[in-house]
């Protein structure tokens, strides 16, 4: 049973530059959940997208956008980058309905570093 | 507003009884999660609990009252690999929002 997966592991970016993060579900689950975990915070929900449509969304400015794919894998889009958005960034999955609904199951995580 | 409030870091040996408490301030309140992030690590769900009372899952048991805003997680006879950090994450509106964390430290 393939568990969420992310790309790339880490990224070095200057600022004011554009980054995409990617991210598969789990496989059975249809809505992903992106979060922002600065060092020694936990995690700060970004969105959530769900039949491709933006279903909920955090305190972040509109520098940060996603998208989802009919295959329910998503992506995160940051742009004008600025120093503090140097974190892990983090995508989670989990199904629409169901049990499982308010379980966030975690991918590894990507580290973006912002010089 | 929404806040989450839990203490920054406990200390125990190892075979002990560690409690951390969640206090919790939000509107539209749904349910409260306890998550576990060994470092470097992605977060892994621990537990649930949506309705007042008790959750046991092996070594941990986690409360919630609904009326207090307040949850607690249990970690019963400690081991090494449970030293990592410890969130409590609320389900309000749809969203999630996560508490700053715990570090739990188990020693020898």
């Known amino acids: 049973d393939a568990g969420v997966t992310q790309s790339p592991t880490h990224l070095i970016k200057t600022r004011g530059q554009q980054v995409t993060l990617r991210c598969s579900p789990k496989s059975g689950h249809d809505t992903v959940s992106w979060y922002q975990q600065a060092l020694g915070q936990g995690p700060q929900f970004i969105f959530q997208?769900?039949?491709?449509?933006?279903?909920q969304r955090g305190n972040f400015p509109d520098r940060f956008s996603g998208h989802q794919f009919p295959n329910y894998s998503s992506e995160l889009n940051v742009n004008a980058l600025l120093l503090g958005d140097s974190a892990l960034y983090l995508c989670?999955?989990?199904?629409?309905?169901?049990?499982?609904?308010?379980?966030?199951?975690f991918g590894p995580g990507t580290r973006l570093t912002v010089l | 507003g929404q806040s989450l409030e839990q203490p920054s870091e406990v200390t125990a040996v190892e075979g002990a009884i560690v409690q951390i408490n969640c206090t919790y301030q939000?509107?539209?309140?749904?349910?409260l999660s306890w998550y576990q992030q060994h470092d470097g690590g992605a977060p892994t769900f621990l537990s649930y609990n949506a309705l007042d009372g008790l959750e046991e899952t092996g070594r941990f048991s986690s409360f919630l009252s609904r009326s207090d805003s307040y949850g607690y997680l249990l970690l019963q006879e400690l081991q090494m690999k449970d030293s990592a950090s410890y969130f409590c994450?609320?389900?309000?509106?749809?969203?999630?929002?996560f508490g700053a964390g715990t570090q739990v430290v188990v020693t020898p």
């Open positions: 997208y769900y039949e491709e449509e933006e279903r």
């Open positions: 989670a999955s989990s199904p629409w309905t169901g049990e499982d609904t308010d379980t966030q199951y």
């Open positions: 994450a609320v389900t309000s509106w749809g969203k999630f929002q």
């Open positions: 939000t509107s539209g309140f749904y349910g």
